[in-house]
C-alpha cells in the first residue's frame, strides 16, 4: 500500500522552473568523464552499467552530458512554496534510457547550499522520501531544522520530483475529481459482488493509466528512477552520491547501489524495504498487511492506557468495538456527509504508520460516540486541494510497482491469498489488495525484478535505519538488505514502530546517522536505540490543548 510521505510537512505539489543549463562552479575542476563514468561505462560494457543493456549504456551517456550541462539554480516558481533561500533547476532525462537522443523527461530539482565554510563541503545530499510518488522538493527546508544543521553545514541539500511525480511529467489514470469523491462505503469482509465490482475497477484504472500515458508508461520503474538518479549526481556536479532514501526510496537507493558501486559515497536506507526478487512486490505488500495487524493493536492498547482520557475502554479489544461502533455508524450515515467506511479506514490506516496522529484519531473516535463528528470528519475527510496530487502519487505508485515485477494475473491467486490472509491480519489486507490489483491487468510490459546485491569491498560502508515494529516496511526487510549490502551498518530503534526513523524522532538514531553523514563511520554491524517516548495524550478540548480544532500532527 502505498505510504504516507516522510516529512510531509514539506511535501508539496510543484511546478517547472524554467532554467539555461550551465555547469555548476564546484565542479569547473572536474571533467565531465570523471563525473559521469568511464569511457567503458559510457559504451555500456562495466559490470556497474547494468550487463551492458542499451538502457546502461544510455545512461551513462546521458550522465556525461549532464555533466557537461550542469545545472542552473535560480528563483522557485511562487506556485513551489519554498522560501527564497531555496533555488530551484530542471533537469532533462531520456524518457527511455535505450534511447537516449529519443524523448525526453523534465525533472524539478531544488537545493540549499550547504551552510558551512567551502572546505568542509562534503558534496550534495540527495533525497528521496519513497512512495513511490513522494516529491522531495521540500526536503531543503530541514537544513533549519536544529537535528539536521550540523549535516547541512557540510551538504548542500537536494530534493528533487521523481519522473511523473508533481510537474516531473506528472502521470495521471484518473479524473481527479472521481478519485477523491467521497462517501465510499466498503464491507468489512467483502462478498462476491463487492469483489467482481473492485475487480473491474481496478482493470479500468489501469486502462486509465495506459491512455493517459501511451508507449511511456513502461518507463515509470525503479530502474528508469535509478539512472535518472545517476543523470541527477553528474549534472550536480558529484562524482559520487550521497544519499538519504525513506521507505521506497531505500529500494531505489539500493537498487542505485547495485548498478553504479563505485558511484557511492554514503547511503542512508531509512526504513527498508525487503530487496529480496522474490518478495517485490506482491508478496512485500502480503508482509506489510500481516505487520499491520500488529501495529493497529499497538494503536489501540496506547488507547486503552489512555482511557481515563478517551473513555474508548480500557482494553484493546474493548477499543476495537469503539472503532466498529463509529463504523456502523458511518455506514448508516456518513461523518459530516463526506467519510464513510472507506474514508475512515484510510484515515486509521495511519495509525500503523505514525503515532504522531494516535492523540487525534483517539480524540475523533471518542468526539463521535459522544455526538461530535467534527473532528473525524476533519481528519478524514478527502481535501479537495489535494486531489490533483493524490491522484499523481497514486499514479506513479502504481506505475513503478506494476512495471517493477511480475505480478499474478489469475484472480483466484489475489483471491486465495488475500482470504487467508484476512482472517489473520483484517485491518489492511483487503484495502491492500484493492489499491494493487491494477497490477494484475496491467498493460505494460514487466521486466524481471532488479538483483540488489553488492560484493565484498565493492561499496563504502552504507547505513540502515528501522524500527523494529515498523509496519509498512516490516523489520525482516531491513536485515535482508543488510545482508545484501556487504559492509552495510544497522542501526533498530527498538520496540518501536513509526515509519521513517530519522529526523527528529529519536536522539539516538540521529547521533549515529548524522557522525555517518560527516565522517563515514559506522556504528558497529549492529546497534540499537532505545524507542523513542510514545505520544502524550491530549484534551478532547482542543482549544485548551492550544491547537485549533481539527489540527494534526504532522503526517510524518
Not at 462517501?183 to 486502462?207: C, S
Amino acid at each position: 500500500m502505498r505510504e504516507p510521505v516522510r516529512y510531509a510537512a514539506a511535501a508539496a505539489v510543484l511546478s517547472l522552473a524554467l532554467a539555461v543549463p550551465a555547469p555548476p562552479a564546484h565542479a569547473a575542476a572536474r571533467l565531465p568523464s570523471e563525473i559521469a563514468g568511464t569511457s567503458a561505462e559510457i559504451a555500456g560494457t562495466s559490470p556497474e552499467a547494468g550487463r551492458a543493456s542499451p538502457e546502461a549504456a544510455g545512461a551513462a551517456l546521458a550522465a556525461r552530458r549532464a555533466a557537461a550541462a550542469g545545472l542552473s539554480f535560480g528563483r522557485c516558481p511562487a506556485v513551489e512554496d519554498l522560501p527564497d533561500r531555496v533555488r530551484c533547476a530542471l533537469l532533462r532525462v531520456p524518457l527511455d534510457y535505450a534511447r537516449p537522443d529519443g524523448p525526453s523527461l523534465t525533472l524539478t530539482v531544488s537545493r540549499i547550499r550547504a551552510a558551512g565554510p567551502a572546505a568542509a563541503r562534503q558534496g550534495a545530499l540527495v533525497y528521496n522520501p519513497g512512495g513511490p510518488g513522494g516529491s522531495g522538493m521540500h526536503f531543503p527546508l530541514l537544513a533549519d531544522l536544529p537535528e539536521w544543521r550540523r549535516t547541512a553545514a557540510a551538504y548542500d541539500f537536494v530534493g528533487y520530483a521523481p519522473r511523473g511525480v508533481g510537474r516531473s511529467a506528472p502521470l495521471s489514470c484518473q479524473d481527479p475529481a472521481e478519485f477523491a469523491r467521497s462517501p465510499t462505503q466498503v464491507p468489512a469482509v467483502p462478498g462476491t459482488a463487492y469483489k467482481t465490482a473492485r475487480r473491474a475497477a481496478a482493470r479500468a484504472y489501469a486502462r486509465g493509466c495506459a491512455r493517459s500515458a501511451g508507449p511511456a508508461l513502461r518507463h515509470y520503474s525503479t530502474l528508469a528512477n535509478a539512472r535518472d538518479l545517476h543523470v541527477l549526481r553528474a549534472a550536480l556536479g558529484e562524482r559520487r552520491l550521497n544519499f538519504l532514501g525513506a521507505s521506497y526510496g531505500t529500494y531505489l537507493g539500493a537498487v542505485y547501489a547495485s548498478l553504479h558501486p563505485s558511484y557511492v559515497r554514503r547511503m542512508v536506507f531509512d526504513s527498508a524495504v525487503n530487496p529480496d526478487p522474490r518478495r517485490v512486490w506482491y508478496r512485500n505488500n502480503l508482509d506489510q498487511s500481516l505487520a499491520f495487524e500488529s501495529r493497529w493493536r499497538d494503536f489501540r492498547a496506547w488507547v486503552a492506557r489512555h482511557d481515563r482520557t478517551y473513555r474508548l475502554g480500557s482494553t484493546p479489544e474493548a477499543v476495537g468495538e469503539s472503532y466498529e461502533r463509529v463504523r456502523a455508524a458511518v455506514a448508516r450515515q456518513p461523518a459530516g456527509g463526506l467519510v464513510g467506511t472507506g474514508e475512515l479506514q484510510a484515515a486509521y490506516l495511519g495509525t500503523a504508520y505514525y503515532d504522531d496522529v494516535w492523540p487525534a484519531r483517539a480524540a475523533a473516535l471518542a468526539a463521535f460516540l459522544r455526538g461530535d463528528p467534527g473532528p473525524l470528519t476533519e481528519q478524514a475527510a478527502p481535501g479537495p486541494a489535494t486531489a490533483a496530487a493524490d491522484e499523481n502519487a497514486t499514479a506513479v505508485y502504481t506505475a513503478v510497482l506494476c512495471n517493477d515485477a511480475p505480478w499474478p494475473a489469475a484472480w483466484r491467486t489475489w483471491d486465495r491469498d488475500g482470504t487467508a490472509l484476512a482472517r489473520r491480519a483484517p485491518f489492511e489486507t483487503w484495502p491492500n489488495v484493492w489499491v494493487n490489483l491494477p497490477c494484475a491487468s496491467w498493460p505494460a510490459p514487466r521486466r524481471p525484478v532488479t538483483e540488489v546485491r553488492a560484493r565484498p569491498g565493492a561499496l563504502p560502508h552504507t547505513l540502515v535505519v528501522a524500527a523494529e515494529r515498523d509496519a509498512a516496511t516490516p523489520y525482516a526487510g531491513a536485515l535482508e538488505l543488510q545482508r545484501r549490502l556487504s559492509g552495510a551498518a544497522l542501526v533498530t530503534e527498538r520496540g518501536a514502530g513509526s515509519h521513517g526513523v530519522v529526523g527528529g524522532r529519536n536522539g539516538c538514531v540521529d547521533r549515529h546517522v548524522e557522525r555517518y553523514l560527516l565522517t563515514g563511520r559506522i556504528p558497529g554491524w549492529r546497534v540499537a536505540c532505545a524507542p523513542h517516548p510514545e505520544p502524550a495524550p491530549v484534551s478532547l478540548d482542543y482549544r485548551a490543548a492550544g491547537a485549533p480544532r481539527g489540527v494534526l500532527p504532522p503526517a510524518v
